[in-house]
């Protein structure tokens, strides 16, 4: 093995004399030097100190260099520097006046005992993976006083394919100059330069992947002892042990890198398994499963159901998100999926579509006939007056846009239901602002059918009735134990066809900008059980990404948006509804975005990137976000109690979207705010925060999904003032002064005060 020879860009001779010392060949290149076709490639690798002065004359060089599977080292953030998968700049992902780096335990490249200790700020050095491509791995991790990773201080990118095949890239993302002439930080990179030089990292990775892409799980775990039924009057979901079932759910959609391809063209068993590990982490009881055509492989579909098994999570199976052209061909995906499902007690049911328009639900032939909507003719019976012509010519004649429709379609039929959807849409909004969808017909009862309009929406109505038979009747004949509902967006949620249905499943992001918005949110619940008084319902997504943009300019960030989930979750136990799904378990990436979802538009990146119970910290398992241990806490709260219990009021707060909340049970206290204060319970915070307290005769239990300073008056709990107490948990301050307790709370510890002797 020949020489490595290294590039260092910047003015670091400390680093050159360093890997020189070492046995590696090391130089200095200048501007000129970078800037050079060619001039490159007599190395093997280039460290680059001073990312942001590096010249942008010199940027298309490097990036051949890396092309051509070349090493690189980055010294310190770089953001955007060559818009390649690396770092972040958002604010989740910078620490500031951390104490202590040390070795990340979940590798083996370095030595275990690393550490330094000082007074550390930057930007995690973190990588974004892409699917069968490329592989990171965090190296260094940044701890606070309380031993928290606050990020990465170093990590690793090994390219195993793709355009950098081969090319492996060492990042650092410390501020500070000093921290790379520490001996301890100049042997690291010594040592992972020598793994390098070895070239042996990405035949190794991918070898990991090809495992994990063929690795499949038999069938082995216990399932529950029967199916979930319906209550005797239809309104509520029961377990087999009598008991109403409420759904904690999350939609599920594949890991932090494969989103929407984690069952045909991708799988990896690994991190599909964490995904549910971490579900059921977070107290999540129910996925709303997108598979994503992965009824075509049944080896990766039983996998599902026995981690669905494994993890107690119930499935609401999507088997299929986008129209096929004939009844026939929907018949068949439903087949292949009962085949595997129709026996299983830990399935919940079959959500027909995600998100159908009257376009998708327009386009599938059935018994080889035209749908109701197609034979009513729209663009040619109606004039402009009922919908928007030329958006449905330029549409059709652009072949294509969204909503989707079905491509085996001409042109004529192709206009006929662009019209329907316009029709439909405008008629809607005659009594129902755009902005407030997810209140379907509007804020004050059912959609008035005026006379001109009578036909039109009889024909709608027949073809969504229609499009529902087919498959529900295919769907029991084959399976007589789970439900059937369709994932609606639109107002079509509450047309009467929807009657067949077994529950409902509601779509909600009306954006939190006021406290009014967050009441029709919650409300949804309240229009749908008007509409449906004999059926469950629940709403299949819901969420407020922390990347919504405020009408102040900022975002509303992960504190705000957790206050605002919890606020949708208790509205459904309070009021006894059958459960809501957030969208969704784990964030996705803006740099994955770019990767494998061309669709999502460069202006809504970061509204859609930010959704979720956990983000991407540079581990498969990610970083929580506060909704995930306010979940956790519900859970428990939810396995002691029935949909019905406990009172939650919403009122005007001092937080982003102008809503706080409390939720009162004769245990239990939930408190989403800036601040409180009662006899009970008194803390103020500079972000919104969830303080969650359970009690009973023996124990008080409190959590926060902050740092938050907390005072608790035990008398207001049935304890004595004289009650000695052992405090159980993770906190930084504890002071007892007579019945009021004061304690510094970390986030997402919960925190048992036990009688002593008890």
């Known amino acids: 093995m020949g020489r490595y020879s290294v590039g260092v860009f910047g003015n670091a001779e400390y680093m050159v004399a360093c ?24 190395y093997n690798c280039i460290v680059i100190v001073d990312a942001n002065n590096f010249p ?105 394919s793709g355009k950098f095949k081969n090319s492996q890239w060492l990042l650092f993302g410390i501020d500070s100059p000093e921290f790379y002439r520490n001996s301890e930080c100049l042997d690291t990179i010594v040592k992972v330069l020598n793994k390098f030089k070895e070239k042996s990292l990405p035949a190794k990775f991918a070898k990991k992947d090809r495992i994990n892409k063929n690795s499949r799980l038999k069938i082995v775990s216990p399932e529950p002892d029967g199916f979930i ?201 005659k009594y129902n602002s755009a902005n407030d969808y997810s209140c379907l017909y509007g804020l004050d009862g059912k959609l008035p059918i005026e006379a001109n309009y009578a036909p039109f929406i009889s024909a709608v109505d027949e073809t969504v009735s229609d499009w529902i038979l087919f498959q529900k009747n295919v769907i029991n004949k084959l399976d007589k134990n789970h439900f059937v509902t369709v994932g609606y967006n639109t107002s079509l949620a509450a047309m009467p066809a929807n009657k067949q249905l077994d529950f409902t499943s509601h779509h909600i992001y009306q954006m939190p900008y006021s406290y009014e918005d967050v009441q029709k ?80 538009s460069v202006d809504r990146q970061i509204y859609e990137s930010r959704f979720g119970m956990y983000y991407y910290d540079g581990t498969s398992h990610g970083h929580p976000k506060p909704i995930m241990y306010a979940t956790k806490f519900f859970r428990e709260y939810i396995d002691s109690h029935n949909p019905g219990d406990g009172k939650l009021k919403i009122m005007r707060a001092d937080t982003p979207m102008q809503a706080g909340y409390v939720f009162t049970d004769k245990d239990a206290l939930f408190a989403g705010n800036t601040k409180y204060n009662s006899k009970r319970l008194e803390f103020q915070s500079d972000l919104p925060v969830n303080v969650m307290l359970m009690w009973n005769a023996e124990q008080l239990k409190i959590m926060a999904t902050r740092d938050v300073e907390v005072k608790i008056k035990m008398l207001e709990f049935g304890f004595s003032k004289d009650t000695d107490f052992d405090a159980d948990g993770l906190y930084d301050s504890f002071v007892k002064d007579g019945d009021t307790i004061s304690l510094k709370l970390l986030e997402g510890q919960p925190v048992t005060f036990l009688i002593k002797g008890k």
């Open 19 to 42: 890997l020189a010392d070492n046995g590696f060949s090391a130089e200095c290149v200048t501007n000129e030097g970078i800037c050079e076709n060619g001039s490159l490639n007599k």
């Open 229 to 429: 039924k319906l209550s005797k009057d239809g309104k509520h979901f029961v377990l087999p042990n009598g008991r109403k079932f409420f759904a904690l759910g999350c939609n599920y959609i594949g890991p932090f890198e494969r989103k929407c391809e984690f069952g045909e063209d991708y799988f990896n068993l690994q991190r599909i398994e964490e995904d549910f590990k971490k579900a059921k982490e977070a107290g999540i009881n129910t996925f709303r499963i997108w598979q994503f055509r992965i009824d075509l492989y049944p080896d990766r579909f039983k996998t599902l159901m026995e981690l669905a098994r494994k993890y107690q999570i119930y499935l609401l199976l999507q088997p299929r998100e986008h129209p096929l052209a004939t009844d026939k061909q929907h018949i068949k995906v439903f087949e292949n999926t009962v085949e595997i499902a129709g026996d299983e007690t830990i399935v919940l049911g079959y959500d027909l579509m995600n998100e159908p328009y009257i376009t998708m639900m327009g386009s599938t032939s059935i018994d080889g006939k035209q749908t109701e909507i197609l034979k009513h003719k729209t663009y040619e019976k109606y004039s402009n007056d009922y919908f928007d012509r030329k958006w449905v010519d330029d549409t059709v004649r652009e072949k294509g846009g969204w909503p989707e429709i079905g491509t085996w379609l001409g042109d004529k039929a192709a206009k006929n239901l662009y019209a329907a959807y316009s029709m439909f849409k405008r008629y809607i909004e």
């Open 56 to 160: 942008a004359a010199g940027r298309s060089n490097l990036l051949k260099f890396l092309k051509s599977g070349s090493d690189m080292v980055l010294l310190g953030k770089a953001v955007n520097f060559l818009d390649l998968p690396v770092f972040d700049d958002r604010d989740v992902y910078y620490f500031k006046n951390v104490p202590v780096v040390t070795a990340y335990k979940e590798q083996n490249i370095i030595k275990p005992d690393f550490k330094i200790t000082g007074n550390f700020s930057g930007l995690s050095a973190i990588a974004f993976e892409y699917p069968d491509v490329s592989r990171y791995v965090p190296l260094l991790e940044v701890q606070d006083k309380y031993s928290r990773r606050q990020g990465f201080a170093a990590g690793m990118l090994v390219n195993h």
């Open 521 to 600: 949110s919650v409300t949804t619940f309240d229009r749908l059980r008007a509409f449906w008084p004999n059926k469950p319902i629940t709403l299949g997504e819901f969420g407020f990404s922390s990347g919504i943009k405020m009408p102040d300019g900022k975002y509303l960030g992960t504190d705000a948006g957790s206050v605002a989930e919890m606020m949708v979750y208790l509205h459904a136990f309070a009021n006894d509804y059958s459960g809501a799904y957030l969208w969704m378990l784990s964030e996705w990436p803006v740099a994955n975005m770019k990767h494998n979802a061309h669709w999502i």
